[in-house]
């Protein structure tokens, strides 16, 4: 079954220091979405991306957060200057056109802990 | 979005039916039932998806009435792997993001 890859699965990091978090999507997959999770609480939407730009993002997503879709397999998300709330999970999914309603799959996830 | 209601949590024991049932009063004609699951430190996995009848695949089943105005998720013979916590979604095709709620933590004793 094809899987959404994560890397790194977990990262610390000092606080105010830049992180990058990567996923490799399904091939054929043409929407890409990041969330998060802080530890004991909902999972929460981020970012959606499509066609090389975002589609919508969430009060989360401000200014210290970006996408990229550096090539034809990677989509990641930067943190500019990490702050202690910044502590997570943060999950990549994809999906495909036409695919199941919240027909997602998601990766296994990225754990940052801003020291 | 239709808004939906489920339990926080549920206890059972290891080799028993477990049903978990979701209301949604305001579902809309268009909109499907889609419940996820959702590992300790891993990120959520689609289960099962129905819009009326009875759905059924090799992880569950999925029993919606006709009112369509609840679901239930129904586990059969649980054991401790399937200890997690179990979201219940409604939307249609406009809906591009997932919008997840607090889910149901269902907690499998041997």
């Known amino acids: 079954e094809p899987e959404v890859t994560q890397t790194p699965s977990h990262q610390v990091t000092q606080m105010g220091q830049e992180v990058i978090l990567r996923c490799v999507p399904i091939?054929?997959?043409?929407?890409f979405y990041w969330y998060r999770q802080i530890l004991g609480q909902k999972v929460e939407f981020l970012v959606s991306?499509?066609?090389?730009?975002?589609?919508?993002k969430s009060e989360i997503f401000d200014d210290q957060f970006s996408v990229e879709r550096p090539d034809g397999s990677n989509f990641t998300l930067k943190i500019r200057s990490t702050k202690l709330e910044d502590s997570a999970m943060y999950f990549c999914?994809?999906?495909?056109?036409?695919?199941?309603?919240?027909?997602?799959?998601f990766g296994s996830g990225t754990r940052l802990t801003v020291v | 979005l239709a808004k939906t209601t489920q339990p926080i949590s549920m206890d059972s024991y290891e080799g028993q039916e477990v049903n978990i049932t979701c209301s949604h009063n305001?579902?809309?004609?268009?909109?499907?039932i889609t419940w996820y699951q959702q590992f300790p430190s891993q990120g959520p996995r689609f289960i099962i998806q129905?819009?009326?009848t009875k759905v059924t695949n090799e992880v569950a089943s999925l029993f919606i009435p006709a009112d369509r105005k609840s679901s239930t998720l129904s586990l059969p013979r649980v054991s401790l792997s399937d200890t997690a916590v179990y979201y219940c979604?409604?939307?249609?095709?406009?809906?591009?993001?997932?919008?997840f709620g607090k889910g149901t933590r269902l907690h499998i004793l041997p």
């Open positions: 129905g819009y009326k």
């Open positions: 091939s054929n997959h043409l929407y």
């Open positions: 979604l409604v939307g249609d095709s406009t809906d591009d993001k997932i919008i």
């Open positions: 305001n579902i809309a004609t268009n909109d499907y």
């Open positions: 999914a994809s999906r495909t056109r036409g695919q199941l309603i919240y027909g997602y799959t």
């Open positions: 991306f499509y066609n090389n730009e975002i589609s919508e």
